[in-house]
Structure formats: C-alpha cells, structure tokens
T-cell receptor, first 111, second 111 residues
Framework: EAGVAQSPRYKIIEKRQSVAFWCNPISGHATLYWYQQILGQGPKLLIQ????????DSQLPKDRFSAERLKGVDSTLKIQPAKLEDSAVYLC?????????FGPGTRLTVL | SQQGEEDPQALSIQEGENATMNCSYKTSINNLQWYRQNSGRGLVHLIL?????REKHSGRLRVTLDTSKKSSSLLITASRAADTASYFC???????????FGTGTRLTVIP
C-alpha cells in the first residue's frame, strides 16, 4: 500500500512570498489532516477534512493560510504571504479509522 | 497551546535497558495515542489507549493511562538502537480524531 505523498520535500522562500504544498493521501482514506511542526515541538493540527468538508480548522491562521481538498482526495495548503515564523515542517496525514498515517513532510524555510 | 507535556525531554540509555516516558495532559480525553518520529520513517503510530482502559501492550511496548491524574506512560522494554527517536503522546478530546500532540521525549539508545 502506497503511503501519504507530499511535495515538494523542501522549499525556501522569502518573507511575504506565497507558497503551496500538495498532499496525496492513502487511497480510501476519507480523513485528511495538515499539521505544522516547528523545530523542537510536537505537530500542531492546522486543519482536518472529512472527504471534501472541513471538520476542524480552529488552529488555522485564516488571514494567511488556506487549504482545500477538491474531490475529496488530494489537498493543497497555501500560505500567502509567508512570515518568518512560518518556518516549519508541514505534515500531511490521512486516516480511515483512528490511526493516522503521516507523509514525509515539507520543510519550509522563510528568509 | 499543546495539550500534552512529555517528561523527560530527553533520555539516554544503553541498549537492552528499559525506557519509560511520561505524558501529562490538561483536559478529559476520549483516547490517547503514542507516536514515534525519526528521520528515517517519519511520524509513525505506535499504540492507542482509550479513556476506559488502564493498560495496553503491543510487542515491547506497554502503555498505562491514569485518567484521575491525567497522565500516561510509555514503557519500551529491552531497547534497541533502532528505538532511537522522538516519542510523542497525542490526545483526542472528543473522538473526532483531531489530535493534540505533546512536546515529545527524545530517546537515544546507545549500542
């Protein structure tokens, strides 16, 4: 079974620029999650989708972050404009039950 | 703010020894999960314990949960060098599987 795929793996941008991350979940997993993991901390949930509907986005900074999951499969997370404090690893996960399966993450550096 | 706090922040042991990590959380939960993160395999689910359970085993892992003290512990027996990783507890407050991760314990197993 193929795992959760994410791209790009690394991204370096300057502050105030825009960036987008892509996630392809495990086939058949209805729930998709985006997490932000700052160096030295645990992952923080940004948004949770059930199929193509949002279940929880209470920790998503909506003034600059947006996410969508068209057709209930792939998802994109966008930051516009980026700030220095957005430097982190962005993890995508998917699940069918309670166990979440994580992708390798995208490491974002904002200069 | 993150739900869980792991203790200790870092732990170094010899191969073959047991490792114990603790997690404390702040509010009532539906279940608590432990995850491992290393550079090779990313973030991986280890074990889930429900709020009405007190102890659970999986291979060399033993998890306990004390809801009265709002704490959990993860015991890894007969540690191996391959167990070197960061270990995170994550709480699900509502059963909706939106997890709150702790700060993690960095375990180093010396061969």
């Amino acid at each position: 079974e193929a795992g959760v795929a994410q791209s790009p793996r690394y991204k370096i941008i300057e502050k105030r620029q825009s960036v987008a991350f892509w996630c392809n979940p495990i086939s058949g997993h209805a729930t998709l999650y985006w997490y932000q993991q700052i160096l030295g901390q645990g992952p923080k949930l940004l948004i949770q989708f059930q199929n193509n509907g949002v279940v929880d986005d209470s920790q998503l900074p909506k003034d600059r972050f947006s996410a969508e999951r068209l057709k209930g499969v792939d998802s994109t997370l966008k930051i516009q404009p980026a700030k220095l404090e957005d430097s982190a690893v962005y993890l995508c996960a998917s699940s069918r039950g309670e166990e979440q399966f994580f992708g390798p993450g995208t490491r974002l550096t904002v200069l | 703010s993150q739900q869980g706090e792991e203790d200790p922040q870092a732990l170094s042991i010899q191969e073959g020894e047991n490792a114990t990590m603790n997690c404390s959380y702040k509010t009532s939960i539906n279940n608590l999960q432990w995850y491992r993160q290393n550079s090779g395999r990313g973030l991986v689910h280890l074990i889930l314990i429900r709020s009405n359970e007190r102890e659970k085993h999986s291979g060399r892992l033993r998890v306990t949960l004390d809801t009265s003290k709002k704490s959990s512990s993860l015991l890894i027996t007969a540690s191996r060098a391959a167990d070197t990783a960061s270990y995170f507890c994550a709480t699900d407050k509502t059963g909706a599987n939106n997890l709150f991760f702790g700060t993690g314990t960095r375990l180093t197993v010396i061969p």
